[in-house]
């Protein structure tokens, strides 16, 4: 059984930073696209990042460019979304998301993600 298990959400001040955490159970091949998306309320679910297999390729919204980072460390099967020079605007239920048995993330934000974690709040205060 698949399933993804975010971590690291919290509550900090503007231009603060944040790791979040998504680890990936029961499927350890590297033939994936992951993604992290974000809803805050009253809003649509927006895509955030995403990262191919070996995180040869990344890929960002124009809002968090040159402040958030995707990455992996395919030895423990976790993506992870650095976050830095908050603003309140990035407050907002994160989520990881997994589609497998693919090579690229080729139009990341629309792709039919089959696998979504829990969610970890971000909150960022002025």
């Known amino acids: 059984q698949v399933t993804l298990g975010e971590s690291g959400g919290d509550s900090v001040q503007t231009r603060g930073s944040l790791r979040l955490s998504c680890e990936l159970f029961?499927?350890?091949?590297?033939?994936?696209?992951m993604a992290w998306f974000r809803q805050a309320p009253g809003k649509e679910r927006e895509g955030v990042a995403a990262?191919?297999?070996?995180?040869?390729?990344?890929w960002y919204a124009d809002s968090v460019k040159g402040r958030f980072t995707i990455s992996q460390d395919n030895s423990k099967n976790t993506v992870y979304l650095q976050m830095d020079s908050l603003k309140p605007d990035d407050t907002a239920m994160y989520y990881c998301?997994?589609?497998?048995?693919?090579?690229?993330?080729?139009?990341?934000?629309?792709?039919?993600?089959?696998?979504w974690g829990q969610g970890t709040q971000v909150t960022v205060s002025s």
């Open positions: 990262i191919d297999r070996g995180g040869r390729d990344t």
């Open positions: 998301a997994a589609e497998l048995e693919v090579w690229q993330c080729g139009s990341w934000e629309n792709r039919p993600y089959k696998y």
């Open positions: 029961g499927y350890t091949y590297s033939d994936k696209c």
